[in-house]
């Protein structure tokens, strides 16, 4: 039987999409050298900004919803570091597990040396249970939005009259090359970056394939795409 959702109920898997515009707006101000690999890739949102800057992408998730280059029944909080794996781990991850995302994706960072970046309520940055992970593990950057964010559940249409309530950031670990502090910077204003002309995307389809029989890939619990 179909399970139905009401409009006062969160999304289910807390699938909540992230605005391409605020992808944008952190590939705008942080540099990512290498391979991306988005855990909880949703619809792809993250990953179609990256792939059309030119990185090799990996997209997996612990659902599959119709994203062309997704890899899905992928539970990121499963899976191990492997050398092969992805540089970089940038993703939206689901709100009830984003503690988890977090831990995990920088305990993998310190061996890939890539870079750690989650979309994230700035409130996060709060919580006694986090705490003495921030005090060892800070944040080399924070990417604090001036202007509240509009993410609407499941990828619907926002409706009319609706804008943003919660205020977002980009928090970014830089693995080893991290320092003992953390620089914060305010995203402004989102200006609209137009389409690239890149000829090709370039997808992690066969790692993928070759990770997901061994349990590798990513997931978790849905997550924001």
Same mark, same amino acid.
């Given at each position: 039987?179909?399970?139905?959702?009401?409009?006062?109920?969160?999304?289910? @898997? $807390?699938?909540?999409?992230?605005?391409?515009?605020?992808?944008?707006?952190?590939? $705008?101000?942080?540099?990512?050298?290498?391979?991306?690999?988005?855990?909880?890739?949703?619809?792809?949102?993250?990953?179609?900004?990256?792939?059309?800057?030119?990185?090799?992408? %990996?997209?997996? $998730?612990?659902?599959?919803?119709?994203?062309?280059?997704?890899?899905?029944?992928?539970?990121? %909080?499963?899976?191990?570091?492997?050398?092969?794996?992805? @540089?970089?781990?940038?993703?939206?991850?689901?709100?009830?597990?984003?503690?988890?995302?977090?831990? @995990?994706?920088?305990?993998?960072?310190?061996?890939?040396?890539?870079?750690?970046?989650?979309?994230?309520?700035?409130?996060?940055?709060?919580?006694?249970?986090?705490?003495?992970?921030?005090?060892?593990?800070?944040?080399?950057?924070?990417?604090?939005?001036?202007?509240?964010?509009?993410? *609407?559940?499941?990828?619907?249409?926002?409706?009319?009259?609706?804008?943003?309530?919660?205020?977002?950031? *980009?928090?970014?670990?830089?693995?080893?090359?991290?320092? $003992?502090?953390?620089?914060?910077? *305010?995203?402004?204003? %989102?200006? @609209?970056?137009?389409?690239?002309?890149?000829?090709?995307?370039?997808?992690?389809?066969?790692?993928?394939?070759?990770?997901?029989?061994?349990?590798?890939?990513?997931?978790?619990?849905?997550?924001?795409?």
């Amino acid at each position: 039987m179909q399970k139905f959702v009401s409009n006062n109920s969160r999304a289910e @898997h $807390d699938y909540y999409p992230t605005p391409k515009s605020c992808v944008e707006a952190l590939y $705008d101000r942080e540099f990512f050298s290498g391979s991306v690999w988005e855990c909880a890739a949703g619809r792809g949102d993250i990953s179609d900004v990256f792939l059309d800057k030119g990185h090799e992408v %990996l997209s997996t $998730d612990l659902i599959d919803r119709g994203y062309d280059n997704i890899i899905g029944g992928v539970d990121f %909080l499963k899976t191990s570091y492997t050398p092969d794996m992805p @540089h970089n781990i940038i993703t939206n991850p689901p709100f009830n597990l984003a503690f988890e995302f977090v831990k @995990h994706a920088f305990e993998m960072s310190l061996l890939s040396e890539g870079k750690v970046a989650m979309f994230l309520r700035l409130a996060f940055l709060e919580s006694k249970k986090r705490r003495p992970f921030f005090l060892e593990n800070k944040p080399s950057r924070v990417y604090v939005f001036s202007e509240r964010q509009t993410l *609407w559940k499941n990828g619907e249409d926002i409706p009319k009259g609706r804008s943003g309530t919660t205020p977002y950031a *980009w928090f970014v670990w830089s693995g080893k090359n991290r320092k $003992d502090r953390t620089e914060l910077e *305010w995203i402004l204003s %989102l200006i @609209h970056i137009s389409e690239p002309t890149r000829p090709e995307r370039i997808s992690y389809a066969l790692f993928c394939l070759k990770k997901k029989r061994g349990g590798g890939g990513g997931g978790g619990g849905g997550g924001g795409g």
